[in-house]
């Protein structure tokens, strides 16, 4: 509620009625202390990974005393709609996990929409992991433990890569991180209804973004938009899913956690019920975000121990 009362006392305009720079400006303008301290690590290398379109400007985030040998990968996905966000956005949390966890995180910068429309992010998204696979050798990765994982709109990527990986015979993933993911472009829950308006993140951004990312309405049905429409859900990688009560994608979250466990897979999902959508990108001043991304590192460890 504090966190809300900033804003309401802010009184800036909603990001979808900006134009769409000063939009991408908004979100670089979230106070520093609101999110969680940044961790110190042994290095953040720059890397241009070539993708479909060009190449993906990249960050490869290395921990410190992580010990000998390969080390596992987390390939993380940012948040922001598919519209906003950029490989330096999410950062602290990319070293977070990359010191907790002792993993390597590989964080790409995407391209964007709407210069770059459907499906050229879950493209851009999927070069990466199989570049990752690749050539983990020559960054110091194992390529036997990699980990999907995002936030919003990078945890809907996440979960696509992972029906990807599975129907292409692509590289293995020993985990899906899912951090209060859109995986229903259809707007039809009831979350969306109820809460959808005054709880940061409202039901007319989130359709400035859909709109903004698919060129065509039609685009909904396909489970690269949709992850919750793929026709079969078995032989997924174990998920990690989390939720906020007060979000607008509450309910297709838990959709999602549910439609994984009836398929058989391996499902750890956590719902905060007072949280706002972003509390884990918040978790300087959140404290069940700090929670969230503690409990999160440990199933990354869990998952790489295999």
């Known amino acids: 509620q504090a966190r809300l009362d900033d804003a309401k006392e802010a009184d800036a305009p909603p990001l979808n009625e900006l134009p769409l720079d000063e939009a991408r400006a908004g979100l670089d303008a979230i106070p520093e202390n609101y999110g969680v301290a940044p961790k110190d ?93 690749q050539n983990a050798g020559s960054f110091g990765g194992d390529p036997s433990r990699i980990a999907v994982g995002g936030d919003s709109a990078g945890g809907n990527l996440a979960a696509v890569i992972a029906l990807m990986a599975r129907d292409q015979n692509g590289p293995a993933i020993c985990l899906q991180m899912l951090v209060y993911p859109v995986t229903d472009t259809y707007q039809e829950t009831e979350s969306y209804e109820t809460r959808g308006e005054g709880y940061f993140l409202t039901k007319d951004l989130m359709t400035w973004f859909i709109d903004s990312y698919l060129n065509d309405p039609a685009e909904r049905d396909d489970f690269r938009a949709s992850p919750i429409r793929a026709k079969d859900f078995s032989n997924l990688p174990p998920a990690l899913v989390t939720t906020g009560g007060y979000d607008p994608l509450n309910d297709e979250g838990e959709a999602y956690a549910r439609k994984l466990e009836a398929a058989g897979i391996e499902v750890e999902y956590i719902n905060y019920p007072g949280q706002i959508h972003g509390f884990v990108s918040m978790a300087g001043v959140i404290d069940e975000g700090r929670e969230f991304m503690d409990l999160a590192t440990a199933s990354l460890r869990r998952a790489f121990a295999g």
């Open 41 to 133: 690590v042994a290095a953040i290398d720059k890397v241009a990974i070539p993708g479909p379109g060009g190449e993906i400007d990249t960050r490869i985030v290395r921990p410190n005393n992580a010990g000998d040998g390969p080390l596992p990968i987390l390939i993380y996905y940012h948040g922001g709609g598919w519209v906003l966000g950029h490989v330096e956005s999410h950062m602290r949390e990319a070293r977070y996990y990359a010191d907790g966890a002792k993993c390597i995180v590989v964080h790409p910068g995407y391209r964007l929409a709407p210069e770059s429309r459907f499906p050229a992010a879950v493209d851009d998204c999927y070069a990466v992991l199989e570049w990752v696979h």
